[in-house]
């Protein structure tokens, strides 16, 4: 009887030294000194789960098997993870390893010394391209490696051509040539079928942006001469956008599933509808407008978080992440972003993945082309609501342009000027 007193103590004395272990690493036991080690990434790129998956399956095995290491990746957006660097660094306790931050907000990274330099002179067999690494730089330090361009392209279900204007060439669209397509759509079909991201704040700012760039506007601004040109078009779809609309996080999933038919988005989101079925849609830029064809682009970037626990590996990471080879099975693989390293682009093909690729290459060449600049702003999210208010009041309610809140709107976006 006593010895088996003697064995409960000792096992209640084992259990609560395990439960105190455990506790104090959050809940979970730690790896031993020779296990893996954590890489900890997280991202505002990649956010949809086959992109993630991706990744998981085909990009990070290689690197992990090669150094040990498992990639701890998560998506964050933007705002709150620029929130929580400035948490880990003021309370010392940083556990984030790399960043992918959009490039608009890479200056708030850099200034408020988030991020280090890194040693891309090293990195003797890769470029970034040009047109990505405005951002990146401070005081002649590179901060950033570039990852995901991206433009705006249009995508067409192929049931749409018998309503396409006469004389009207897709790959050559004029916008007023593109809303009287859709408008041809709605009144043959009894509906709109004409997509874009009706729930707030997701991307309709850029579209409508691009748009308004394609008439010699500027991007945000709501009322610019160009911007109340485009505007004066937009009315006429009233009627055109499909009767659920404002239900889109994205188009994808409407472009996918016929729901929708025309839409001008996000080349990746473009892309993952275009190469699901090559045969069924149609691909193209965006349209154009006086000045040529208008496009948002965007890029992000990866950067090593000053002080993080395994700065060494975090370098190693983006080193093997931006390899040019690696770089455009990356492109291919999460649906067709521009690779924005001039080695990688060399290596474009002739595959659905590198035809839309290069669609998206052509618009940055050859559009007028404007970077968001979320970073200038107290809340970018608060900018995009100002356009989705404006979507609904003057597009899908009154179907009429009103000069008067357009510029009263331009003023609820000053005010967010930093």
């Given at each position: 009887m006593k010895k088996s007193i003697l064995l409960l103590i000792a096992f209640i004395f084992v259990f609560s030294f395990i439960s105190v272990g455990i506790f104090a690493s959050g809940g979970q036991e730690k790896t031993s000194d020779d296990g893996p080690v954590k890489l900890v990434v997280s991202s505002r790129l990649y956010s949809q789960p086959g992109e993630q998956q991706f990744l998981i399956d085909e990009i990070f095995p290689d690197f992990e098997a090669e150094n040990n290491c498992v990639v701890m990746?998560?998506?964050?957006e933007d705002e709150p993870l620029l929130k929580r660097?400035?948490?880990q660094k003021e309370s010392e306790r940083i556990n984030t390893d790399v960043v992918i931050a959009h490039a608009g907000m890479m200056s708030d990274w850099i200034d408020n010394?988030?991020?280090?330099p890194l040693p891309v002179e090293q990195w003797t067999d890769r470029t970034f391209s040009k047109a990505f690494r405005g951002s990146t730089t401070k005081d002649g330090k590179t901060y950033f490696a570039p990852v995901g361009g991206d433009v705006y392209l249009m995508l067409a279900n192929k049931k749409a051509l018998p309503y396409l204007p006469e004389g009207a060439d897709i790959n050559n669209i004029t916008w007023e040539e593109y809303i009287d397509w859709a408008v041809n759509i709605a009144s043959g079909e009894g509906e709109g079928k004409c997509a874009v991201t009706g729930v707030p704040q997701k991307s309709l700012i850029y579209m409508y942006g691009g748009m308004f760039l394609s008439y010699g506007g500027e991007f945000p601004v709501i009322n610019s001469p160009g911007a109340m040109e485009a505007w004066s078009l937009l009315a006429k779809m009233k009627d055109a956008y499909t009767p659920t609309v404002n239900t889109y996080e994205n188009v994808?999933?409407?472009?996918?599933?016929?729901?929708?038919?025309?839409t001008v988005a996000h080349m990746v989101r473009c892309g993952e509808v275009y190469k699901s079925n090559p045969s069924g849609y149609v691909l193209a830029?965006?349209?154009?407008?006086?000045?040529g064809i208008g496009s948002i682009a965007g890029a992000s970037g990866f950067a090593v978080v000053n002080g993080a626990p395994n700065e060494e590996l975090a370098i190693k990471f983006v080193k093997y992440m931006t390899d040019p080879e690696v770089a455009v099975t990356i492109a291919r693989g999460t649906g067709g972003f521009?690779?924005?390293?001039?080695?990688a682009?060399?290596?474009?093909?002739?595959s659905t993945e590198d035809e839309i690729i290069a669609q998206g290459i052509n618009v940055l060449k050859n559009g007028v082309v404007a970077g968001v600049p979320s970073s200038e702003y107290t809340s970018w999210g608060a900018v995009k609501q100002v356009?989705?208010?404006a979507f609904q009041e003057l597009i899908l309610k009154k179907g009429a342009i009103d000069k008067t809140y357009l510029d009263e709107a331009q003023a609820r976006i000053d005010a967010l000027k930093k």
């Open positions: 990746f998560e998506i964050l660097a400035k948490f010394d988030y991020v280090m994808s999933s409407p472009m996918k599933s016929g729901e929708a038919w025309l830029p965006a349209p154009k407008g006086p000045e521009i690779p924005p390293i001039d080695e682009i060399e290596k474009l093909g002739d356009y989705d208010d």
